[in-house]
């Protein structure tokens, strides 16, 4: 079944450390998205990639990194985590109607 | 500047009883509008999607309608179930983007009580 993919569901850390949201499409889109959702507000937009080595920053300034090695998979790293960081994180992909995307399950994270 | 703003922000009712939910954008040029449903702790999911020649667009208990001249549009859920308590998002994109750029509003969390 085609489907978009976030691990793990819900993280908590430490400060400082190094952590990889995963998330991972099987609808064969080429655009990926990265949100990012605080409680009672608006998605922003983060990190966003047209295909296959292609990776934008978004509207919101985010200190995470992301990858687009394979098509399916499109991770975000935060180095050194801070609690700053701490929200929620959407997965969305997007086909030839770019204007419609499908959304992931989210990654809830805490850093403390 | 590119807004959605969507009222009420937050709203309570009782199962069975119909609702019906406001968003107000100053996107422009508009490309289209979709209402979605996010449920606790999961991704939004699409409930409908309305272009700029269309006033009115059903999906089962979810109608939405659409103003272009206005700019704003409603969402009327009829005979409410306990499953339909989630946040209620209106989500706006623009024509001129070649990305997908999405305008979303802040949501109404809806509640409802049996």
């Known amino acids: 079944e085609a489907d978009i993919y976030q691990t793990p569901r819900y993280l908590v850390i430490g400060t400082g450390k190094k952590i990889t949201l995963e998330c991972s499409q099987t609808m064969g889109h080429d655009k990926m998205y990265w949100y990012q959702q605080d409680p009672g507000m608006e998605l922003h937009l983060i990190h966003y990639?047209?295909?296959?080595?292609?990776?934008e920053k978004g509207d919101l300034s985010s200190e995470s990194t992301v990858s687009r090695i394979r098509t399916e998979h499109f991770p975000l790293t935060l180095e050194s985590a801070r609690p700053s960081h701490t929200s929620q994180y959407l997965c969305?992909?997007?086909?030839?109607?770019?204007?419609?995307?499908?959304f992931g399950p989210g990654t809830r994270l805490t850093v403390l | 500047k590119n807004q959605v703003e969507q009222s009420p922000q937050s709203l309570i009712i009782l199962e069975g009883k119909n609702c019906t939910l406001q968003c107000n954008y100053t996107v422009s040029p508009f490309s289209n509008l979709r209402w979605y449903k996010q449920d606790t702790g999961r991704g939004p999911v699409s409930l409908t999607i309305?272009?700029?020649?269309?006033n009115t667009k059903s999906n089962g208990r979810y109608t939405a309608t659409l103003d272009a001249d206005t700019k704003q549009s409603s969402l009327h859920i009829t005979a409410s179930q306990l499953s339909d308590s989630a946040s209620y998002i209106c989500v706006v994109s623009d024509r001129g983007s070649t990305l997908g750029r999405l305008y979303f509003g802040r949501g109404t969390q809806l509640t409802v009580w049996p």
């Open positions: 309305m272009t700029f020649s269309e």
């Open positions: 990639s047209y295909g296959v080595n292609s990776t």
């Open positions: 969305a992909s997007s086909g030839t109607d770019f204007n419609e995307q499908f």
